[in-house]
T-cell receptor, first 110, second 113 residues
Framework: DAKTTQPPSMDCAEGRAANLPCNHSTISGNEYVYWYRQIHSQGPQYIIHGLKNNETNEMASLIITEDRKSSTLILPHATLRDTAVYYCIVSPQTGNQFYFGTGTSLTVIP | GAGVSQSPRYKVAKRGQDVALRCDPISGHVSLFWYQQALGQGPEFLTYFQNEAQLDKSGLPSDRFFAERPEGSVSTLKIQRTQQEDSAVYLC???????????FGPGTRLTVL
């Protein structure tokens, strides 16, 4: 049970912002939202995570709705190297496993 | 600093052979996880260690799969009598402690002929 729903694929023009949505309508109060990405033939790479508040780091921004039932990962200026599968995961702070689902395949177009 | 490393990166086995896959977690990380990723799918949880204790092995698909972490650092995933359906990428991840961000290694691609 992945507990999240993501579109299977998206395209984004190079240099534009990529906005990747995720629905997690059954999220519990103690569950964090994590985002990872996986570039072909590599292991998943941590991007960002949050609980309630919006978060920003050097890679991306995470916007979580007030009811926490959905979130959006924003890559502000997509580059070709951002082409990857992006996974949205919800996990409790005391959890010991991630449910990845099938993610969103993002293609950045020149 | 060094990330999670896995070896070998690629392994080809004949059906029925035993294989052993190694994971070196980030130094000081208490928690270690194994995942299996079939082609075109997301990673699926296999098992979890807290130090040397295997606290969750609910994801291991059969009793042919065995994992150990005897000294609470390096871990080995062993698959006995490999079958074609075992062909997948096996990913290892570690975290500072339970519930913290997991950092993944590059994976071992196992192909069973």
């Amino acid at each position: 049970d992945a507990k999240t729903t993501q579109p299977p694929s998206m395209d984004c023009a190079e240099g534009r912002a990529a906005n990747l949505p995720c629905n997690h309508s059954t999220i519990s109060g103690n569950e964090y939202v994590y985002w990872y990405r996986q570039i072909h033939s590599q292991g998943p790479q941590y991007i960002i995570h949050g609980l309630k508040n919006n978060e920003t780091n050097e890679m991306a921004s995470l916007i979580i709705t007030e009811d926490r039932k959905s979130s959006t990962l924003i890559l502000p200026h997509a580059t070709l190297r951002d082409t990857a599968v992006y996974y949205c995961i919800v996990s409790p702070q005391t959890g010991n496993q991630f449910y990845f689902g099938t993610g969103t395949s993002l293609t950045v177009i020149p | 600093g060094a990330g999670v490393s896995q070896s070998p990166r690629y392994k080809v086995a004949k059906r029925g052979q035993d294989v052993a896959l190694r994971c070196d977690p980030i130094s000081g990380h208490v928690s270690l996880f194994w995942y299996q990723q079939a082609l075109g799918q997301g990673p699926e949880f296999l098992t979890y260690f807290q130090n040397e204790a295997q606290l969750d092995k609910s994801g291991l698909p059969s009793d042919r799969f065995f994992a150990e972490r005897p000294e609470g650092s390096v871990s080995t995933l062993k698959i006995q009598r490999t079958q074609q359906e075992d062909s997948a990428v096996y990913l290892c991840a570690s975290s500072f402690n339970r519930g913290d961000t997991q950092y993944f290694g590059p994976g071992t691609r196992l192909t069973v002929l």
